[in-house]
Structures are given as C-alpha cells and as structure tokens.
C-alpha cells in the first residue's frame, strides 16, 4: 500500500469472531478511544466511522509521515491489548478517495450503517459513531 501524505482513505476491518466482538459498550469504546488517540497523535485527522458489532468503517485522511497500514496496525494492536485478547483478522480493506469524490455522501453511507443493519431506528439511537459534519 502507498501513502500519501493528507491522503482521504477509507479503511474497513473485520475481527475474528465478527458476530460478538463489538457488541458491548467496553468493547466499542475501546475502539473509539483508540481512534480518538491516532488523531491526537497527529496520525490521522477523522472524517467519520461507525463501530458495527462486527466491523470498522472508517473514514480518515493521513497526516504528514502516517503510513495507513501502521495506522491500521496500531489501532488494532491497542484495542487488542485493552480487550485482553486477540481480536482482528489479518489485514483490512481500504478504499483511497479520489479528489473529487464527495466525503459527505461517503461519510453519510458510513454512519447509516446500523440503520441498514436494523441496530437503530434513527441514528441518534445509535452511540458508536462521529462525524465531522453530521449530528445524530
């Protein structure tokens, strides 16, 4: 994978046992805490994610020196370690936006994940997401 710097991407993963992994409040926040600290860090500057119960969407664009697949790593090696256990399928699959791609179009499609999935009835009845533009 090739990244560049203020690159938009578009990461999705998957855990081992994706029926139960994040079906908790511990274990969804412990992946939006994760999230939350790669931005501090300077890492990423987050657009949007959803924590399903059984995957990751999330939309960022890497900062200056932030390599994706470290990015990736390191989320899922920290909430791995705060869980206790290992967690994560290999890898992830990543979508690179073009420039003239529309983030909030995507941004929306990410977040109305657990309408589509049948978790809420409207999204402000369902907690493990942000966005930058959008409110519940």
Same mark, same amino acid.
């Given at each position: 994978?090739?990244?560049?710097?203020?690159?938009?991407?578009?990461?999705?993963?998957?855990?081992?046992?994706?029926?139960?992994?994040?079906?908790?409040?511990?274990?969804?926040?412990?992946?939006?805490?994760?999230?939350?600290?790669?931005? !501090?860090?300077?890492?990423?500057?987050?657009?949007?994610?959803?924590?399903?119960?059984? &995957?990751? *969407?999330? #939309?960022? /664009?890497? %900062?200056?020196?932030?390599?994706?697949?470290?990015?990736?790593?390191?989320?899922?090696? !920290?909430?791995?370690?705060?869980?206790?256990?290992?967690?994560?399928?290999?890898?992830? &699959?990543? *979508?690179? #936006?073009? /420039?003239? %791609?529309?983030?909030?179009?995507?941004?929306?499609?990410?977040?109305?994940?657990?309408?589509?999935?049948?978790?809420?009835?409207?999204?402000?009845?369902?907690?493990?997401?942000?966005?930058?533009?959008?409110?519940?």
């Amino acid at each position: 994978r090739v990244s560049l710097p203020r690159q938009r991407c578009h990461p999705t993963t998957t855990p081992i046992r994706p029926q139960f992994a994040f079906s908790t409040l511990c274990s969804s926040s412990s992946l939006r805490k994760a999230l939350r600290e790669a931005q !501090v860090r300077g890492e990423v500057t987050t657009l949007a994610f959803v924590v399903m119960p059984d &995957h990751l *969407h999330w #939309l960022m /664009q890497l %900062e200056v020196g932030a390599e994706l697949s470290n990015v990736v790593g390191a989320i899922k090696a !920290v909430t791995a370690h705060r869980l206790g256990k290992r967690i994560w399928q290999g890898g992830f &699959h990543d *979508h690179a #936006l073009r /420039q003239e %791609e529309d983030l909030m179009k995507i941004a929306r499609y990410i977040v109305a994940n657990p309408l589509r999935a049948g978790l809420a009835g409207r999204l402000a009845d369902y907690p493990h997401w942000d966005a930058i533009w959008l409110k519940g």
